[in-house]
């Protein structure tokens, strides 16, 4: 059994199947209802991947190691979506390639959270660590290697802050519509995520 495991061919139409065909539900560590998703998707350890729900991914692939990819409801990307929970270790006297995960020193993993009502443009890549916020639309292309506020405008390599699509009033209407009041920004806090990310957005002019 071990021989076929280490075969080659065997591994490479095993992956073939896997990304055409897809996961058992139950080996995610959350699949919720209406989650959409358009082969080919490749997704190493499907038990740190959480789908909240009303997701859609395609042709994705998504690397969940030692940490978790966590996809809340009403969030989805286009073609292409690149996830990386985790890095590459160095140690010194050592190639990269022969340190394994069991080698690995902390710190090099870390969980990537896509919030509630997020839209993901084409072939962006996702790295370790990063959150992105409730609401927030990234750009196709972008590279984000940090966390982007709720109700943001992010693109580039590496991914900035652009704008806040909407004024103070206008998200506080959208929440209202759509979550309960205790899971909706206050005002207080909208405005002070907007002087934090205005004041940096004033410094980089």
Same mark, same amino acid.
């Given at each position: 059994? +071990? @021989?076929?495991?280490? /075969?080659?061919?065997?591994?490479?139409?095993? !992956? %073939?199947?896997r @990304?055409?065909?897809?996961?058992?539900?139950?080996?995610?560590?959350?699949?919720? $209802?209406?989650?959409? %998703?358009?082969?080919?998707?490749?997704?190493?350890?499907?038990?740190?991947?959480?789908?909240?729900?009303?997701?859609?991914?395609? /042709?994705a692939?998504?690397?969940?190691? /030692?940490?978790?990819?966590?996809?809340?409801? !009403?969030?989805?990307?286009?073609?292409?979506?690149?996830? @990386?929970t985790? /890095?590459h270790?160095?140690?010194?006297?050592?190639?990269?390639?022969?340190?394994?995960?069991?080698?690995?020193?902390?710190?090099?993993?870390?969980?990537?959270?896509?919030?509630?009502?997020?839209?993901?443009?084409r072939?962006?890549?996702?790295?370790?660590?990063?959150?992105?916020?409730?609401?927030?639309?990234?750009?196709?292309?972008?590279?984000?290697?940090?966390?982007? =506020?709720?109700? +943001?405008?992010?693109?580039?390599? =590496?991914?900035?802050? %652009?704008?806040?699509?909407? @004024?103070?009033?206008?998200? %506080?209407? !959208?929440?209202?519509?759509?979550? =309960?009041?205790?899971?909706?920004?206050?005002?207080?806090?909208?405005?002070?995520?907007?002087?934090?990310?205005?004041?940096?957005?004033e410094?980089? $002019?």
């Open positions: 059994m +071990s @021989s076929l495991k280490n /075969n080659r061919f065997i591994r490479g139409l095993y !992956h %073939i199947y @990304s055409y065909f897809g996961y058992s539900k139950r080996r995610y560590g959350y699949y919720g $209802k209406g989650v959409t %998703i358009i082969p080919p998707i490749h997704i190493d350890n499907p038990k740190n991947v959480f789908l909240h729900g009303d997701n859609g991914l395609n /042709n692939s998504i690397s969940a190691t /030692n940490a978790c990819f966590i996809m809340k409801e !009403h969030s989805g990307a286009a073609e292409g979506l690149r996830v @990386s985790g /890095n270790a160095m140690i010194l006297g050592r190639f990269y390639r022969s340190i394994t995960e069991a080698e690995k020193p902390t710190g090099y993993d870390h969980d990537v959270v896509v919030e509630n009502d997020v839209w993901i443009g072939n962006v890549t996702l790295l370790a660590g990063v959150t992105i916020g409730r609401g927030c639309t990234i750009a196709a292309g972008a590279v984000v290697n940090k966390s982007m =506020p709720p109700y +943001s405008l992010c693109a580039g390599v =590496p991914a900035k802050f %652009i704008k806040f699509k909407w @004024s103070i009033d206008e998200i %506080i209407y !959208h929440e209202s519509q759509l979550y =309960p009041e205790n899971e909706r920004y206050t005002r207080e806090e909208l405005a002070t995520i907007f002087a934090r990310y205005q004041r940096k957005e410094t980089t $002019k």
